[in-house]
Each structure stands twice: as C-alpha cells, then as structure tokens.
C-alpha cells in the first residue's frame, strides 16, 4: 500500500462581518480580497456576513465590533478588528507572516 507523505495544503476559512455598505466596510472587503489573492491564491474560502441582513450570526463568532475578520481554519482561532488597511498588521495577524523585529 501507497501513502502519499507530501503535507496537505489547508484550505484557510476566513470570515469578514461588516453591516452594509459603510466606507469600512466596502475597505475591509477590498483589502482582505487583495491580501488573499496576493498570499493565499488558491487556497482559501473567504465568507462575508453581512450583520444587518443576519444578526444572529454574531452571536457564534462573539462579534463585539465591526468589521471584523475571523480566521476559522487553520486554528486556532484570530480575530481582526477594522478595515484591514494595515498590511502588515493583518497578515502577522492571520499569522501568513512571521512579526519582523524593530530595530
């Protein structure tokens, strides 16, 4: 019998909650689109729960502000909060990137 060693890519869920159509919101959309594509191609499933359309769905990811991205797979879980214009912050923050040393 023939196992195949070579490690599995996870496919990394993340989730954005925003509450429609706010500057931030449309921000943080758009930047965690870019983010993905330039760093996780391929590799992700990216859901966006709009809380004025589904309040309830706050209450399972305890969603305390707005918008707010939750990294679900590969745990554990992370939580952003903003409009995720900060780059850097957010790619440390979904751990894609090591934290680099202030010198």
């Known amino acids: 019998m023939i196992h195949n060693m070579e490690p599995k890519e996870e496919t990394w869920e993340l989730r954005l909650y925003v509450a429609g159509q706010t500057p931030k919101s449309v921000t943080a959309i758009s930047n965690l ?25 706050a209450e399972g990811d305890q969603i305390l502000a707005i918008p707010t991205l939750v990294r679900k797979v590969p745990e554990p879980i992370r939580k952003i909060i903003g409009d995720l214009s900060n780059q850097e912050r957010v790619l440390v923050g979904l751990d894609i990137k090591p934290l680099e040393p202030k010198i």
Do not use: S
């Not at 983010?35 to 769905?57: A, F, M, N, S, W």
């Open 33 to 57: 689109k870019k983010y993905c594509e330039e760093h996780l191609k391929g590799r992700y499933q990216l859901e966006v729960i709009d809380l004025l359309k589904h309040p309830q769905l």
